[in-house]
């Protein structure tokens, strides 16, 4: 059963900048596509970002494109995101998936393997 770490999360002003980590576990990361989404209270599940296995492939959400940047790094089993420029719309729980489809990451919203999230705020 894979699993699924996220790490890095915290409070930045606006305009700053964060790099979340997905740490994999009970697989090879390899062998999935990862993706990121975020929940911000009251609000549904967000498409963030998403990167195929081999890594030559990335999609964003309309909301992040220009400011965050999806990578991945298969040799230690770790998927990243870089957020630069925030703002305080970008406040949520940011959650790390992965799936073997990146279509079904990206469409569907749907993932085999969660994470539990860590909690980002952007103070203004």
């Known amino acids: 059963q894979m699993q699924l770490v996220e790490s890095g999360g915290g409070l930045v002003q606006a305009g700053g900048s964060l790099r979340l980590s997905c740490a994999v576990s009970g697989g090879a990361s390899i062998t999935v596509a990862m993706a990121w989404f975020r929940q911000a209270p009251g609000k549904e599940r967000e498409f963030v970002a998403a990167?195929?296995?081999?890594?030559?492939?990335?999609y964003y959400g309309d909301s992040v494109k220009g400011r965050f940047t999806i990578s991945r790094d298969n040799a230690k089993n770790t998927a990243f995101l870089q957020m630069n420029n925030l703002k305080s719309e970008d406040t949520a729980i940011y959650y790390c998936?992965?799936?073997?489809?990146?279509?079904?990451?990206?469409?569907?919203?749907?993932?085999?393997?969660w994470g539990q999230g860590t909690q980002v705020t952007v103070s203004s």
């Open positions: 990167i195929v296995q081999g890594g030559g492939l990335t």
């Open positions: 998936a992965a799936d073997r489809s990146p279509q079904r990451l990206r469409w569907d919203k749907s993932a085999d393997y």
